[in-house]
């Protein structure tokens, strides 16, 4: 299995700009995690879904982040319009439902 | 919702020697405990984990502790070596189990000094 496969690797944009960051999680897992790391804040988690379902969104820091996942092995996480503060290491994660959580290599995400 | 808290921020000890790190979290209703290494510019890797219903788990060189009661659990590296370097964070999984998704310290960076 290649493991959780994220794309791009790294991405640089202008404020303003649209950004999508999107994920391919482990086959056969029913879990999947958005997770942004900066030095200040650590390992946030902004949304998760479960079945393809969206369970919780309360770590979405604004209205300009938005996240889907059309079916069980594809997902996006969309910023519009994106601003400086935004940089940092974006990480989708998968898992079984209540089981071990395995991590993508991560978007490092820098707004100019 | 969960709220963990992790020390020490940064650890250095001499290769050979043991390293400690803590954690505590604040909600009695969490059941699961991993721990992740994190090296320079790679993703986060489990490394060991514990459940609610277990004290100690043992992996090599790694153990982890728990104690509800208290609501703390620790990582315990032994003989530690040069590889053992990076930063390690812990999580606590919410009260529906990790369905719920995990919440993380804020890391420890551990340098083993050689």
């Known amino acids: 299995d290649a493991g959780v496969i994220q794309s791009p690797r790294h991405e640089v944009t202008e404020m303003g700009q649209e950004v999508t960051l999107r994920c391919k999680p482990i086959?056969?897992?029913?879990?999947l995690f958005w997770y942004r790391q900066t030095m200040m804040r650590g390992l946030e988690l902004l949304i998760y879904?479960?079945?393809?379902?969206?369970?919780?969104d309360s770590g979405m820091p604004e209205d300009r982040f938005s996240a889907k996942m059309p079916n069980a092995s594809f997902s996006t996480l969309k910023i519009q319009p994106s601003e400086p503060r935004d940089s940092a290491v974006y990480f989708c994660?998968?898992?079984?439902?209540?089981?071990?959580?395995?991590f993508g290599s991560g978007t490092q995400l820098s707004v100019l | 919702g969960e709220n963990v808290e992790q020390h020490p921020s940064t650890l250095s000890v001499q290769e050979g020697d043991s390293a400690v790190i803590k954690c505590t979290y604040s909600?009695?209703?969490?059941?699961?405990f991993p721990w992740y290494k994190q090296e320079l510019g790679k993703r986060p890797q489990l490394i060991i984990d514990i459940r609610s219903n277990v004290g100690e788990k043992k992996d090599q060189r790694i153990a982890v502790t728990l104690n509800k009661t208290a609501k703390h659990f620790s990582l315990h590296i032994t003989e530690t070596q040069p590889e053992d370097s990076a930063v390690y964070f812990c999580?606590?999984?919410?009260?529906?189990?990790?369905?719920?998704?995990?919440?993380f310290g804020k890391g420890t960076h551990l340098i083993i000094q050689p």
């Open positions: 086959s056969g897992h029913n879990s």
């Open positions: 879904f479960n079945n393809n379902v969206p369970i919780d």
């Open positions: 909600d009695s209703a969490s059941n699961y």
């Open positions: 994660a998968s898992s079984l439902i209540n089981e071990k959580l395995f």
């Open positions: 999580a606590a999984s919410g009260a529906d189990g990790l369905g719920d998704g995990l919440t």
